[in-house]
C-alpha cells in the first residue's frame, strides 16, 4: 500500500527536508552573502566583469530559491540554474586566479552532496571537478595538479559514500517512526493527518470510506496457541488486506488486534464489496496456512466521509458500526449510515451478515 497518497510526501532524495530546516538554507545563503556577493563586487571593480556577474548571478539565484521555499513552501527555479551558474563561477575564478581559487572547491563540493540529490550532486561535481582540473592546469606544475585532482576525488568520494549511508539510516529511521515493525502497516501518529486530507477531499465531492476491522476471536488463538501465533495470524490478515486492496488505500494498525483502513476516494457500496472480499481471504488464508486457529474471522465497521466532519468523529462512526457487528455475532460487516447524526447503536444499519 503506498503510504503517500494521503500524508506528506516523504522526500529522501535530500539529507535534510529543505522545506522544515530553515537553518540550514539560512547558514548557507548567510555564508554564500558573506562570500559571493563580496567577491562579484571585488571582480567586478578590477575588470573581470563575466567572474562578477556568475558570482552575483549564482547569489541572486540561491536568494530566489530561498525565499521561493521560505514563502511559497515550493521550489521556483529548481536546482539546475544556481548549479549552473556556480559551476561557471568556480571555473571562472580558477581560470583567473589559479591555485588560489581551487582551495574554495573543496567545502563547494561537501555542500552539494549534503543539499542536493543524489544524481544531480554527482553529476555537478564532476563537471565542476572536471573544469577546475582544466583551468587549473595553465597555473601550476602537473604533479600539483594531480594531486589537486586526487585530494578533490578522494574528499567527493568519501563525501557521497558517507552521505549516501546517512540517507539511507534516515530512509530506515523514518520507515521505523511511521509504520508498525510486525505488519509494515502505518502506525497511528500518521492517522490523524490523513483522515484530516481525506476530510477536506470530501469538501470538493471526493467523498470516501474508513473502517474499523477487529480479529475476531485473537485472543483466544493467543491463550491457546501463544503469541508466536498470534503474531502469524495478524500477518495473513495485513497480507489479505494489501492484496485486496489498491495501493492507494491506507492501513493504520491501532493497537493489538484492530486496524483502520482509509480507502482512497471509494463509495460506501465499493468499499463494503472490498470488505467482504477481506474478510473471505482472511478466512481462506488462516484456515489454509494455520488450521488450528481456523475459528478467526473479521468484524468490520464502516462509515463514509463527511465534508467537514472532524476525523474524531468520523472514526467514532465507524466504531459504532464495529460495536454493531462484534454484538451482532461477529463476522459480520456493518455500516454506519451518514444520515444519521445521533452517535448511537441504532444509527447503525446492517448491510450483509
Same mark, same amino acid.
Given at each position: 500500500?503506498?503510504?503517500?497518497?494521503?500524508?506528506?510526501?516523504?522526500?529522501?532524495?535530500?539529507?535534510?527536508? +529543505?522545506?522544515?530546516?530553515?537553518? @540550514? $538554507?539560512?547558514?548557507?545563503?548567510?555564508? =554564500? &552573502? !558573506? %562570500?559571493?556577493?563580496?567577491?562579484? #563586487?571585488?571582480?567586478?571593480?578590477?575588470?573581470?566583469?563575466?567572474?562578477?556577474?556568475?558570482?552575483?548571478?549564482?547569489?541572486?539565484?540561491?536568494?530566489?530559491?530561498?525565499?521561493?521555499?521560505?514563502?511559497?513552501?515550493?521550489?521556483?527555479?529548481?536546482?539546475?540554474?544556481?548549479?549552473? +551558474?556556480?559551476?561557471?563561477?568556480? @571555473? $571562472?575564478?580558477?581560470?583567473?586566479?589559479? =591555485? &588560489? !581559487? %581551487?582551495?574554495?572547491?573543496?567545502? #563547494?563540493?561537501?555542500?552539494?552532496?549534503?543539499?542536493?540529490?543524489?544524481?544531480?550532486?554527482?553529476?555537478?561535481?564532476?563537471?565542476?571537478?572536471?573544469?577546475?582540473?582544466?583551468?587549473?592546469?595553465?597555473?601550476?606544475?602537473?604533479?600539483?595538479?594531480?594531486?589537486?585532482?586526487?585530494? +578533490?576525488?578522494?574528499?567527493?568520494?568519501?563525501?557521497?559514500?558517507?552521505?549516501?549511508?546517512?540517507?539511507?539510516?534516515?530512509?530506515?529511521?523514518?520507515?521505523?517512526?511511521?509504520?508498525?515493525?510486525?505488519?509494515?502497516?502505518?502506525?497511528?501518529?500518521?492517522?490523524?493527518?490523513?483522515?484530516?486530507?481525506?476530510?477536506?477531499?470530501?469538501?470538493?465531492?471526493?467523498?470516501?470510506?474508513?473502517?474499523?476491522?477487529?480479529?475476531?476471536?485473537?485472543?483466544?488463538?493467543?491463550?491457546?496457541?501463544?503469541?508466536?501465533?498470534?503474531?502469524?495470524?495478524?500477518?495473513?490478515?495485513?497480507?489479505?488486506?494489501?492484496?485486496?486492496?489498491?495501493?492507494?488505500?491506507?492501513?493504520?494498525?491501532?493497537?493489538?488486534?484492530?486496524?483502520?483502513?482509509?480507502?482512497?476516494?471509494?463509495?460506501?457500496?465499493?468499499?463494503?464489496?472490498?470488505?467482504?472480499?477481506?474478510?473471505?481471504?482472511?478466512?481462506?488464508?488462516?484456515?489454509?496456512?494455520?488450521?488450528?486457529?481456523?475459528?478467526?474471522?473479521?468484524?468490520?465497521?464502516?462509515?463514509?466521509?463527511?465534508?467537514?466532519?472532524?476525523?474524531?468523529?468520523?472514526?467514532?462512526?465507524?466504531?459504532?458500526?464495529?460495536?454493531?457487528?462484534?454484538?451482532?455475532?461477529?463476522?459480520?460487516?456493518?455500516?454506519?449510515?451518514?444520515?444519521?447524526?445521533?452517535?448511537?447503536?441504532?444509527?447503525?444499519?446492517?448491510?450483509?451478515?
Amino acid at each position: 500500500m503506498d503510504s503517500l497518497t494521503f500524508s506528506v510526501k516523504h522526500q529522501d532524495n535530500e539529507l535534510f527536508d +529543505l522545506y522544515k530546516h530553515r537553518r @540550514v $538554507l539560512t547558514f548557507i545563503l548567510v555564508v =554564500t &552573502l !558573506a %562570500t559571493f556577493v563580496p567577491l562579484g #563586487v571585488k571582480n567586478l571593480f578590477i575588470g573581470e566583469i563575466g567572474l562578477g556577474f556568475f558570482l552575483l548571478a549564482f547569489e541572486l539565484s540561491l536568494m530566489i530559491e530561498v525565499i521561493a521555499i521560505f514563502r511559497l513552501k515550493r521550489q521556483l527555479l529548481g536546482y539546475f540554474p544556481p548549479l549552473f +551558474l556556480l559551476c561557471i563561477s568556480i @571555473v $571562472l575564478s580558477i581560470n583567473v586566479f589559479g =591555485t &588560489l !581559487a %581551487t582551495y574554495w572547491v573543496f567545502p #563547494v563540493v561537501m555542500t552539494i552532496v549534503f543539499i542536493v540529490p543524489p544524481k544531480m550532486a554527482m553529476l555537478t561535481n564532476a563537471l565542476i571537478i572536471v573544469g577546475s582540473v582544466i583551468a587549473a592546469i595553465p597555473h601550476q606544475a602537473h604533479m600539483v595538479t594531480l594531486r589537486y585532482v586526487l585530494a +578533490l576525488l578522494i574528499c567527493a568520494s568519501i563525501a557521497h559514500v558517507v552521505i549516501g549511508a546517512m540517507r539511507k539510516l534516515q530512509r530506515d529511521l523514518c520507515e521505523l517512526s511511521i509504520k508498525d515493525s510486525l505488519t509494515g502497516a502505518l502506525n497511528r501518529n500518521q492517522m490523524d493527518d490523513s483522515l484530516l486530507m481525506a476530510s477536506e477531499k470530501a469538501k470538493v465531492g471526493l467523498g470516501t470510506c474508513i473502517a474499523l476491522i477487529d480479529i475476531d476471536n485473537f485472543k483466544k488463538v493467543n491463550d491457546q496457541h501463544g503469541h508466536d501465533m498470534g503474531d502469524k495470524v495478524i500477518k495473513v490478515v495485513v497480507e489479505q488486506i494489501n492484496m485486496n486492496c489498491r495501493k492507494s488505500d491506507l492501513l493504520f494498525r491501532l493497537g493489538g488486534d484492530e486496524f483502520l483502513l482509509l480507502f482512497d476516494t471509494r463509495c460506501v457500496e465499493s468499499a463494503v464489496a472490498v470488505a467482504h472480499m477481506i474478510s473471505k481471504r482472511v478466512i481462506e488464508g488462516i484456515t489454509e496456512r494455520f488450521p488450528e486457529a481456523s475459528g478467526v474471522t473479521l468484524s468490520i465497521g464502516i462509515a463514509e466521509s463527511i465534508a467537514a466532519e472532524d476525523p474524531e468523529i468520523w472514526v467514532k462512526r465507524a466504531d459504532l458500526a464495529l460495536y454493531d457487528a462484534k454484538h451482532s455475532g461477529k463476522n459480520q460487516i456493518k455500516v454506519f449510515a451518514p444520515e444519521h447524526s445521533s452517535a448511537t447503536s441504532k444509527a447503525v444499519v446492517p448491510l450483509f451478515s
